[in-house]
T-cell receptor
């Protein structure tokens, strides 16, 4: 059974640009959550999608957005990139998004210069 | 507001011995807990989980203990192996309120080094 796939693995962007990251969950999983990991803040929850609907959102500015498609694949977009957005972005998939194991992808390392 | 705390940033243990990692939480609504292992620049790997209706769960070399009254959980790894050297995160979630679904709260992690 294939795991969670995130693309691309690495990205370098310039301040002010926008970026789109992709996540393909484990087959049969309907919940996709996104997290940001930085050395100073640890793993921070961005948002969660279930059946194409955003059910939950963390404390991040509106520049961070996402969506989920009918096949459960999810994309995350960051507009007007800032240097502080440099981080490892992780997505996690689970069957229902509650009281169950969540499995993570390898992450996308975003560097903003 | 750090609701999940791992107060030991690092742990060194000899190969073959037991590793004990600790995690404390403050939110009494947490009812599902998970442990992950993480290597640098990779995503966390799921290890084991426990529901608040249990006080122990075991899977191979990994055992998680939950003490709800103390709001404390621990992960035991027996025996420790060199490949266990990684950062370990505990995470917690709430299932009873819809605005918590899909969200895991993570501790800061404990770096484990297993020496030969």
């Amino acid at each position: 059974k294939a795991g969670v796939t995130q693309t691309p693995r690495y990205l370098i962007k310039t301040r002010g640009q926008q970026v789109t990251l992709s996540c393909s969950p484990i087959s049969g999983h309907r919940s996709v959550s996104w997290y940001q990991q930085t050395p100073g803040q640890g793993l921070q929850f961005l948002f969660e999608y279930f059946s194409e609907t955003q059910r939950n959102k963390g404390n991040f500015p509106g520049r961070f957005s996402g969506r989920q498609f009918s096949n459960s694949r999810s994309e995350m977009n960051v507009s007007t990139l800032e240097l502080g957005d440099s981080a490892l972005y992780l997505c996690a998939s689970s069957q229902m998004g509650v009281a169950t194991e969540a499995f993570f992808g390898q992450g996308t390392r975003l560097t903003v210069v | 507001d750090q609701q999940v705390k791992q107060n030991s940033p690092s742990l060194s243990v000899q190969e073959g011995r037991i590793s004990i990692l600790n995690c404390d939480y403050t939110n009494s609504m947490f009812d599902y807990f998970l442990w992950y292992k993480k290597y640098p620049a990779e995503g966390p790997t799921f290890l084991i989980s426990i529901s608040s209706i249990k006080d122990k769960n075991e899977d191979g070399r990994f055992t998680v203990f939950l003490n709800k009254s103390a709001k404390h959980l621990s992960l035991h790894i027996v025996p420790s192996q060199p490949g266990d050297s990684a950062v370990y995160f505990c995470a917690a979630s709430v299932s009873m309120t819809t605005d918590s679904w899909g969200k895991l709260q993570f501790g800061a992690g404990t770096q484990v080094v297993v020496t030969p």
